[in-house]
């Protein structure tokens, strides 16, 4: 079946310091990946997404490439900021199988100044 | 910005009564989803709704659950005789049309079984 599997939080970085999220699946097809993000209160906001191989998404300064290689769809960020506490989640949507997501469990991102 | 809204925030029920969430999806959106998430594990998928029937639904959703859209802005899942394994976060999502793969979110409604 198809799984996402996500790096245990919290992660507690400070402000300015630059963050990785590691993120992987396991995929019966070709999936398209996503990451969403939930801040304290709110419901899940879409962050950015990538649908074939070596694509790279991109949004608010956060990035993730799609590695098929690796299976992989690390959410990375150069200088992350206070205000982007959140939790982070990594999904998949296998092309053709439905519009489910798939989510992985949710990684819990606190930054402190 | 448009966005999809759900009452209550929080629901606290006696095991065994019946509870309805309520969901009002974007409304444009013609394609809408149930998800949940019980705490410290992954957001799971319960069941897709596409002009007025249901078109995929998991494992989970089994017949203490039904969803209906009973009237043109609501969208509601019902969860009947609740057991305390129920208490989740229940997340409503809708999507403009099934080829879209970008699903919006609500805030959820966190549903405690006591």
Redesign the interface.
């Known amino acids: 079946g198809n799984s996402?599997t996500q790096m245990e939080g919290p992660v507690t970085l400070s402000e300015e310091a630059f963050l990785t999220i590691n993120c992987t699946y396991t995929a019966t097809g070709y999936p398209?990946l996503?990451w969403?993000v939930q801040y304290p209160?709110?419901?899940?906001?879409?962050l950015l997404?990538a649908?074939k191989a070596d694509d790279k998404g991109s949004n608010k300064g956060f990035e993730a490439t799609y590695r098929k290689e690796t299976t992989s769809f690390h959410l990375e960020k150069g200088s992350v900021q206070v205000s982007d506490s959140a939790v982070y989640?990594c999904?998949l949507?296998l092309t053709g199988g439905?519009?489910?997501?798939?989510?992985?469990?949710?990684t819990q991102l606190k930054v402190e100044l | 910005e448009p966005e999809v809204t759900q009452t209550p925030s929080h629901q606290v029920t006696q095991m065994g009564q019946e509870v309805i969430l309520r969901c009002v999806p974007i409304s444009n959106h013609l394609y809408f989803y149930w998800y949940r998430q019980i705490l410290g594990q992954k957001v799971e998928f319960l069941v897709s709704f596409y002009n007025n029937e249901i078109s995929e639904k998991s494992e989970i959703f089994d017949d203490q659950f039904s969803v209906e859209r009973p009237d043109g802005s609501n969208f509601t899942l019902k969860i009947r005789s609740t057991k305390l394994e129920d208490s989740a976060m229940y997340f409503c999502a809708s999507s403009e049309n099934p080829a879209s793969t970008e699903a919006f979110f609500g805030q959820g409604t966190r549903l405690t079984v006591v």
């Open positions: 996402v398209s996503f969403y209160g709110e419901g899940l906001q879409l997404k649908t989640f999904a949507i439905g519009n489910k997501l798939t989510f992985g469990t949710g």
